[in-house]
T-cell receptor, first 107, second 111 residues
């Protein structure tokens, strides 16, 4: 059983659509991270949050500590958003990663 | 700033060979990490360091060793390479309670 589960595994959207990616975790966490892995393999950290909501451009991340659930939203999706989005839970110095959600945005 | 630099980018090893994956960061971050990513699987933490001279095991440390003699460098050593160590290896660093910065990765094949 994975400590971090993501859904959906794969997602195809039309350009402009609102996208939601979900992450559930079973461990007690100190922080929840969202990462973006580009088709070339490079990884970029998008958010680190321990409560509430954070927004950066068209990306919004929320977390509900009681429900052990986080969501990543992309508004007005664009083909350049096509990537794998990875959720990771931090407990102290340990990181537990989901297997990622592969997003394809079609023009 | 270069950020997190990993070398080499690609490497093929024979079973039983050894090698060191290099990782350097120029951001003066105290935390550094080594991960492996197998196809279709999530990233898994191999080792981490909270500062120079301090390292600790992650989820999958067997077959690897690390050292952290300075803040900048965090090499990962593979002894007696095995096919199960075929993977993409990522190094990352962060400062305190902040996001991580990742290197570009090292793609390793053990044949």
């Amino acid at each position: 059983k994975n400590e971090v589960e993501q859904s959906p595994q794969n997602l195809t959207a039309q350009e402009g659509e609102f996208i939601t990616i979900n992450c559930s975790y079973s461990v007690g966490i100190s922080a929840l991270h969202w990462l973006q892995q580009h088709p070339g393999g490079g990884i970029v950290s998008l958010f680190m949050l321990s409560s509430g909501k954070k927004k950066h451009g068209r990306l919004i991340a929320t977390i509900n500590i009681q429900e052990k659930h986080s969501s990543l939203h992309i508004t007005a999706s664009h083909p350049r958003d096509s990537a794998v989005y990875i959720c990771a839970a931090t407990t102290g110095n340990q990181f537990y990663f989901g297997t990622g959600t592969s997003l394809t945005v079609i023009p | 700033n270069a950020g997190v630099t990993q070398t080499p980018k690609f490497r093929i090893l024979k079973i039983g060979q050894s090698m060191t994956l290099q990782c350097a960061q120029d951001m003066n971050h105290n935390y550094m990490y080594w991960y492996r990513q197998d196809p279709g699987m999530g990233l898994k933490l191999i080792y981490y360091s909270v500062g120079a001279g301090i390292t600790d095991k992650g989820e999958v440390p067997n077959g690897y060793n690390v050292s952290r003699s300075t803040t900048e460098y965090f090499p990962l050593r593979l002894e007696l390479a095995a096919p199960s160590q075929t993977s993409v290896y990522f190094c990352a660093s962060r400062a305190g309670e902040n996001i991580q910065y990742f290197g570009a990765g090292t793609r390793l094949s053990v044949l």
